[in-house]
């Protein structure tokens, strides 16, 4: 592969038959060596698909 200019960004391009659907978005980190690792992002599990899920925070009682 061989990262090309698109406007303000560097694209690369994914081969199709590695079978990724258009559409799909990930998360990408950079190691300390340049490795760039290319993650699926997964369903936010803060949220559901009809309602906003409340987030409780738990005390000790003293």
């Not at 560097?10 to 690792?37: C, F, H, N, R, W």
């Not at 698909?49 to 000790?60: N, P, W």
């Amino acid at each position: 592969m061989k990262a090309r200019k698109q406007g303000d960004s560097l694209v690369l391009s994914i081969p199709a038959k590695l079978g990724v659907q258009e559409g799909t978005e990930y998360m990408a980190v950079k190691e300390a060596d340049g490795s760039l690792i290319f993650t699926p992002k997964g369903p936010n599990i803060f949220q559901s698909a009809t309602t906003k899920s409340k987030i409780y925070v738990l005390r000790k009682m003293s």
